[in-house]
């Protein structure tokens, strides 16, 4: 049984046994010590003799790890010490028994009767790493641990070794067992940030180490070994197993009955959530948790927290707090109106350098640690669109191509009908690329992106910066897809700096403890965009907040943005810029359930405004300028070529220079330079039909098909239907027309055009009719 920590109950004849081991562990250590003094000709004992004499001062054994980790903003200015809170020092009395029984059974059974060196545990170790042929096993005691974590680096050297038993002996003299135990409980590393018992318990299960059962008692100490590798939050099933040892290890010791044993084992284990000690309370504690990821893959748990790095970042300290302010408010006032939108993100960068200037990960960091700005993916709704626009500009289609804002189905072989619908419910019939921008309108982008084919728009979208998956189908313009603020907002970047991709950029530089650069990096950028595409885009998007959807995001300067909005209200957002400033805004629900009405061009585009117009004072009120390819003029509305003195509407536009108007009325068509294949199987022209009947035919692999029907009447022709679907490998189409309502006599003209992914065209017409 683990020996209480009254001293006074241990046996006269054990305290003869103590004797004799203190003799023998001074022989082991004088015995070890000669024979690395053999070999390393007399170095080791230096070192032990050394290391001895920085005892003398018992004091640091009070003191706390010197070697602090600090984070560092752009201008200097501290945002972060990881040692700031990550320890909580607590009395032994503080410490419940179970614990430190757990923690002696698992480290050191016979703590209470070695006099700092263990020659059995060293014996043990020292069979088990000849066996294995490394070195797997230290056999080091509480004492040596506590030593060495103290005085020692980590190194597995004979030298340190030595340093460590010389200094477990002067420790044991100077102090008691328990003085002992209550130093190392408070000192050792339990992971997750967490050193010490009390912050352990608080960070692994959100409770003060005196309220721990005998099952939480356990887990702890069995994470002492490799905090890393027994994580219950990275392998639950490991670290029970590790929980079962430390318990059938208390029970050989008599500390607990086995059916105390059995009870713990089966008692559920209910962490708190994944979280980091240390970061609650520090100066934009999001923007930290980001680059404390990255730091922790590169360096390791023991050399960040123990290391003494000095990170400098992108970090700028008065955007990051404007951007606390505006978020909160923001979040406020849709508490005060109803919405229920409870969680934010915000992601600022520089569009020039990539560098983030503030990040935002939700409402607040105490309560959830969860980082919304990059961790969590959410549909962007109409956000996407730019990037199907940005493809057709690229393409050579103006701003002012008119779209078709009509009731159409797109059938794509084994996936269902979709039928893209507006926000508003209502069409708006012919409609500029540029109005359907500004004001939003699903049914023409859906008609864009099947124009272009999908893949393309994927494309340029990788290209500007979107990492996330994207699957290349027609529901993409309408933001389908998952993606996160940071990837919306490098992505814009690319626009805002006239067409160069840039990669967020957080870490500057770090430094070790002694000033060596451990790594150093600058702007990372690429061409995306040609420069006269960026412009065109930039353009349209400051329409959509003079005129369009996103007018609450007016701040009194030269600015850009997109709306979006998902189906139910789940997700809204504002992604804007300056020439100087990118930022995304997106609102929403951490369980997905739909807001009350919360649209792109309301709350977020209210938050973006409130921290863009404060944050944006440093900057002049540039505007962006044309590039080489920019043909800035005026056209007529309606014809929307170059306007004469005799146009009654005309409009300043911009084109790039191919697809500039060069005349004042419409040009001639010209014919198609290549025809796609296109043979109508069925119904033949003349036909006698009822319907329903069948449309097929073939045209190239992967082609696009539009179908139109439409009904002779006196009046004119009426369309009754408008499909697109994509053809099949072997370049097949079929579509069954059904119509809603039946008219006894009536004529059919059907159309069917086919668009080949090379981007040649073809059209064919029929006319059929009742027998």
């Known amino acids: ?29 004088l015995a070890l010590t000669g024979v690395v003094a053999l070999v390393g000709g007399g170095v080791a004992v230096g070192v032990a003799v050394a290391v001895g004499r920085q005892v003398h001062d018992v004091s640091r054994l009070y003191a706390p790890p010197s070697q602090t980790t600090r984070i560092y903003a752009e201008n200097g200015e501290l945002i972060a010490s990881l040692y700031r809170e990550n320890r909580r020092i ?13 923690v002696i059974a698992i480290e050191d059974e016979r703590f209470y009767t070695h006099r700092g060196i263990d020659p059995r545990g060293i014996a043990r170790a020292l069979w088990r790493n000849l066996r294995e042929g490394q070195v797997v096993e230290g056999g080091s005691t509480i004492t040596q641990q506590l030593a060495r974590n103290l005085f020692l680096s980590q190194q597995r050297a004979i030298s340190r070794k030595v340093a460590e038993m010389v200094l477990a002996v002067e420790i044991e003299r100077r102090l008691t067992k328990d003085e002992i135990l209550e130093r190392y409980l408070n000192l050792v590393y339990f992971g997750q940030g967490a050193y010490g018992v009390e912050m352990a318990a608080q960070v692994y299960f959100g ?8 099952a939480e008692a356990a887990l702890l100490a069995g994470l002492i070994r490799a905090p890393s590798v027994y994580s219950p939050y990275r392998n639950l099933a490991l670290a029970r197993a590790r929980q079962e040892l430390v318990l059938q290890r208390m029970v050989q010791l008599g500390a607990i009955t086995p059916a105390q044993a059995v009870a713990a084992r ?22 930290v948790s980001f680059i404390l990821t990255r730091l922790l893959e590169t360096y390791g748990e023991d050399l960040v927290y123990k290391g003494g790095l000095q990170v400098y970042t992108t970090l700028d300290p008065r955007m990051q707090a404007l951007a606390e302010q505006a978020v909160r408010r923001g979040l406020e006032a849709a508490a005060r109106r109803r919405l229920h939108a409870t969680q934010a993100a915000l992601v600022a960068l520089d569009p ?22 990059w961790q969590a993916r959410r549909q962007p709704g109409s956000a996407f669109k730019v990037f199907v626009y940005t493809t057709a500009i690229a393409r050579g289609i103006p701003p002012t191509r008119v779209l078709e804002d009509a009731p159409v189905t797109y059938r794509i072989p084994g996936a269902p009908p979709w039928t893209p619908k507006n926000y508003d419910g209502k069409f708006s019939g012919p409609v500029t690329l540029r109005r359907a921008l500004e004001q939003s309108i699903n049914v023409p982008a859906a008609r864009m992106i099947a124009d272009l084919g999908p893949a393309a728009v994927v494309e340029v979208a990788r290209k500007m910066g979107i990492e996330s998956r994207l699957e290349p189908v027609l529901s993409l313009a309408l933001g389908s897809a998952d993606v996160t603020p940071l990837e919306m907002s490098a992505a814009f970047a690319a626009l805002a700096n006239g067409g160069l991709r840039v990669h967020p950029l957080a870490i500057l530089k770090v430094t070790d403890a002694r000033g060596k650069v451990l790594e150093e990096h600058r702007p990372r950028r690429e061409l995306a965009l040609e420069p006269d595409v960026a412009y065109i885009m930039t353009d349209l998007l400051k329409g959509v907040i003079e ?14 943005g997109k709306t979006g909005t998902t189906d139910d209200y789940r997700n809204a957002w504002f992604v804007g810029y300056t020439p100087y400033l990118v930022t995304a805004v997106w609102v929403g629900n951490d369980d997905n359930t739909p807001m009350r009405r919360v649209v792109g061009g309301g709350l977020p585009a209210e938050i973006w405004a409130a921290f863009m117009k404060p944050a944006t004072q440093v900057h002049p009120p540039d505007d962006w300028t044309p590039p080489e390819g920019v043909v800035v003029t005026t056209v007529c509305a309606g014809t929307w070529q170059l306007a004469t003195p005799a146009c009654p509407h005309p409009r300043r536009e911009v084109f790039t220079r191919a697809s500039a108007p060069s005349h004042s009325e419409p040009p001639p068509e010209q014919p198609t330079a290549q025809a796609a294949p296109l043979v109508v199987l069925r119904p033949r022209e003349g036909e006698p039909l009822t319907p329903p009947f069948v449309i097929a035919g073939t045209s190239a692999p992967g082609a696009m098909v539009t179908i139109e029907v439409a009904m002779r009447t006196e009046e004119g022709l009426q369309k009754l239907v408008e499909v697109s679907m994509q053809t099949d490998a072997a370049g097949r189409f079929t579509y069954e027309f059904t119509p809603a309502v039946r008219t006894p006599g009536g004529r059919y003209v059907i159309t069917v055009s086919a668009l080949a992914l090379s981007g040649a065209r073809a059209s064919r017409s029929l006319s059929v009719g009742p027998p």
């Open 1 to 29: 049984m683990v020996p209480r920590t009254d001293r006074s109950h241990v046996r006269a004849s054990r305290t003869v046994r103590i004797r004799r081991l203190s003799w023998t562990a001074v022989l082991a250590v």
């Open 90 to 102: 607590v009395p032994l009395a503080a410490i419940p028994l179970t614990l430190r029984q757990a």
């Open 207 to 214: 409770k003060s180490a005196r309220d721990l059962t005998l």
């Open 266 to 287: 089966a008692a559920p284990i209910r962490l708190a959530p994944a979280s980091n000690a240390g970061l609650v309370g520090i100066r934009a504690p999001y923007f």
């Open 352 to 373: 020039r350098t990539g560098a983030i200037r503030a990040m935002i990960g939700g409402a607040d960091f105490a309560t959830s640690q969860f980082n919304r700005a």
């Open 547 to 560: 005129r369009g959807t996103g007018r609450a995001a007016a701040i009194g300067r030269p600015a850009a």
